[in-house]
Nanobody
Framework: QVQPVESGGGLVQPGGSLRLSCAASGSLFRSNAMGWYRQAPGKQREWVALISNGGASYYTNSVKGRFTISRDNAKNTVYLQMNNLKPEDTAVYYC??????????RGQGTQVTVSS
């Protein structure tokens, strides 16, 4: 099964920005709403944002107003623009179709570290 590939993570100071990318195959991308998720050390994995096939977007409360999810259908890529980052945003970030179970997911995620 083709897997999404995340990139764009890194180390950033509080208040900084990062843009994550998630590249997916055409068939995977076109037929699915896509979600971003994250897992911080010692915490449960949580949903962050999702974007529907039609471009409607939804966010968990802790990132509203700071994160923006978007998709480029021509490039089969989903983005997560993260602004005003906080230390509590530190986590490994994953993307996958919202319909997938985590047992279907074999990606690596991308590490985001917010620290001064």
């Amino acid at each position: 099964q083709v897997q999404p590939v995340e990139s764009g993570g890194g180390l950033v100071q509080p208040g900084g920005s990062l843009r994550l990318s998630c590249a997916a195959s055409g068939s995977l991308f076109r037929s699915n709403a896509m979600g971003w998720y994250r897992q911080a050390p010692g915490k449960q994995r949580e949903w962050v944002a999702l974007i529907s096939n039609g471009g409607a977007s939804y966010y968990t409360n802790s990132v509203k107003g700071r994160f923006t999810i978007s998709r480029d259908n021509a490039k089969n890529t989903v983005y997560l623009q993260m602004n005003n980052l906080k230390p509590e945003d530190t986590a490994v970030y994953y993307c996958k179709p919202t319909t997938w179970q985590w047992t279907d997911y074999r990606g690596q995620g991308t590490q985001v570290t917010v620290s001064s």
